[in-house]
């Protein structure tokens, strides 16, 4: 066994004309939880299907706790879980008798099903609505269900496939304390997400994906330092200034993205180098309205990479 | 970074254990998804009323309105009648088999399902025995409302129970069928749409509603040598009387052989899902 949970090596996956994976590569160490961002149709739901034993892939291999996804498909659902977009619970159930349900069907037996659908409906906080059908539930009520029964059987590897899309933030924030708890009692999980902001809150490691391959990889603290260290805005109120300073800014060697009437300069060295870009603008153009120097974000990071812009 | 997977291989004096545990856990399974599907029928009440009004709308609609102009001779038109409706009923019940799993592919449950460590059998056996749970019921409400209408089963309760047996029997063959229709299609109302004409054309080319005889040579061809039609003789034979091995033999052989056939079919259908 290695120190890897998950491990895939040169996925492919077409559907018909479209390739969805193009030789996508990760490792996941055991204990530790991987963002996967991209966009959409970028192939997350296809790498989480593939890792998660219901797809199989055109090429490449995978395994799971050391098991092969494919050859050794049916000792991997020992251990893993799946919630997310794709993986349902059943609207005309009780949210008690779908964890009852799939507690018995993850083999964990009859008695401990309905222990362990009880402890996890209070630990989901969604006790008062056990007896009720999930199709009363709201979005955020369900998805909580969703992951609760991807855990009945405690499985050593978690997928989550976008969990929060389209929650309120209050559900998204409650789903983010789910995640860390898991992670803290040593659940490998492997997340999809479109929000940058999530993988930065929860992924020990994020790989970006775009177009079914690997774009970039590392912490987020790494990704954002390769991005540039400090990020300056400056607003100059309307679309002519904006459109001179970013003219003397490229000619003074910099990289200005402008949107709308400011100003986007990444810097590499530090907030130091906001006075060199002053200088350039000196005399070329308006004065700035307003600076403002902030940290890079991951959507700093991903749409440089998506878009196929350069990285400082 | 690439690591070796070791598979454990049960040596061979724990293999009868392992497949009889196989079994139990199939079954168990099956149990549970079954379960499963007929609470969800329970509670999706409108289905269900649809499922046993309409065959019984046909009992009445066939007894009163067309009943009269239809005349079988040697037997009342009713007791001819029946064992067409039951075949009738089963046969359109089937095509909920394909409704069901459709509807379970589309939500996402099918997903959940396939990356769970169950039997891989019980998601279709779950399915279909719930839709036989189903066809014992809907068969019993038209039983009830057969005899309203002047049904009498003339060669007693044995027959007619021999020949409700071969109903569901038929029935649950022709589930497996549409199972494999309902993986393939992730849209309830585009399965439906494709297994209907299927069933009218079996159904109507069939003696189901009017003897054989009546129909021009080439259609009598094609209409007596098919499961329904096989069907539908060996129920009158129970119920109405006559020599019945020959035609209970010929119908049980139709439905074992599409049970093994379709079964087959929709385990390696489910079994090749995300290929």
């Known amino acids: 066994m290695s120190e890897a949970a998950i491990e895939a090596h040169g996925l492919r996956k077409a559907f018909g004309d479209v390739l969805a ?68 619970v059943d609207p005309n159930l009780t949210g008690r008798e779908n964890l009852r349900l799939i507690g018995r069907l993850s083999r964990v037996g009859r008695a401990q099903a309905r222990v362990r659908a009880d402890e996890l409906l209070d630990s989901f906080g969604l006790n008062a609505a056990a007896g009720r059908l999930v199709r009363g539930y709201s979005g955020g009520m369900r998805r909580r269900l969703d992951v609760a029964a991807a855990l009945l059987h405690r499985p050593a590897v978690l997928f989550l496939d976008e969990p929060t899309t389209g929650l ?10 789910s995640v860390r708890d898991l992670a803290r009692s040593g659940t490998t999980v492997l997340l999809t997400t479109q929000y940058l902001e999530e993988a930065d809150a929860l992924a020990d490691q994020v790989v970006i994906i775009s177009a079914g391959r690997v774009a970039d990889t590392g912490t987020p603290a790494e990704l954002k330092a390769r991005f540039g260290s400090m990020v300056f805005h400056l607003d100059f109120g309307g679309q002519e ?12 060697g910099y990289r200005p993205q402008r949107d709308g009437g400011g100003i986007q300069v990444r810097s590499a060295t530090g907030s130091g180098e906001l006075t060199g870009v002053l200088r350039a603008l000196d005399g070329r153009a308006p004065d700035p309205v307003s600076v403002a120097v902030r940290e890079p974000t991951m959507d700093d990071v991903f749409l440089s990479l998506t878009r196929g812009g350069e990285a400082a | 970074m690439s690591t070796i997977a070791i598979t454990p291989r049960p040596v061979a004096a724990g293999r009868v254990a392992a497949a009889s545990s196989a079994v139990a856990s199939a079954l168990s399974d099956t149990a549970d998804v079954a379960w499963r599907n007929l609470l969800t029928q329970l509670r999706t009440p409108q289905a269900l009323v649809f499922a046993t009004v ?130 393939r299609v992730s849209d309830p109302e585009a399965a439906q749409a494709a297994a209907v004409p299927l069933i009218f054309l079996l159904v ?58 379709f079964a087959f079919f929709a385990v390696r259908t489910y079994a090749r899902m995300g290929r």
């Open chain 1, 21 to 88: 994976l193009d030789g996508l590569s990760l490792a996941v160490p055991a204990g530790s939880v991987l963002g996967l961002l991209g966009p959409n149709g970028s192939g997350k739901t296809t790498t989480v299907s593939i890792l998660a034993t219901s797809l199989r892939p055109d090429a490449g291999r995978a395994t799971v706790g050391g098991l092969d996804v494919v050859q050794d498909a049916a000792q991997v659902r020992r251990i893993i879980g799946l919630a997310g977009q794709f993986a349902a």
């Open chain 1, 168 to 177: 309120d933030p209050e559900s998204r924030f409650a789903l983010w304390d």
């Open chain 1, 241 to 252: 200034a904006a459109a001179a300073a970013e003219t003397a800014l490229s000619r003074a």
């Open chain 2, 54 to 183: 309409q065959p019984v709308i046909f009992v009445l609609l066939f007894r009163y309105a067309f009943g009269g102009a239809i005349h079988v001779p040697g037997t009342n038109y009713v007791d001819f009648l029946m064992p067409g409706i039951f075949a009738q009923t089963v046969a359109f019940g089937a095509v909920g088999t394909a409704v069901g799993l459709s509807g379970d592919l589309r939500t996402g449950i099918l997903v959940r399902f396939r990356t769970l460590p169950m039997s891989r059998i019980a998601v279709l056996g779950g399915r279909t025995v719930a839709d036989l749970a189903r066809n014992l019921l809907v068969v019993a409400v038209m039983t009830g409302v057969g005899f309203a209408a002047g049904f009498r089963s003339p060669h007693g309760a044995g027959g007619l129970l021999a020949a409700l047996g071969l109903v569901v029997a038929f029935g649950y063959a022709l589930s497996w069928g549409f199972a494999s229709l309902g993986l």
């Open chain 2, 204 to 261: 109507f080319t069939s003696a189901a509603f009017v003897p054989a005889t009546a129909m021009p040579g080439w259609l009598q061809a094609f209409g007596t040598h098919q499961p329904v039609d096989a069907l539908v003789n060996a129920e009158r034979a129970l119920i109405l009387g006559g020599q019945a091995a020959h035609d209970v033999l010929i119908s049980l052989a139709w439905s074992g052989g599409m049970l093994v056939v």
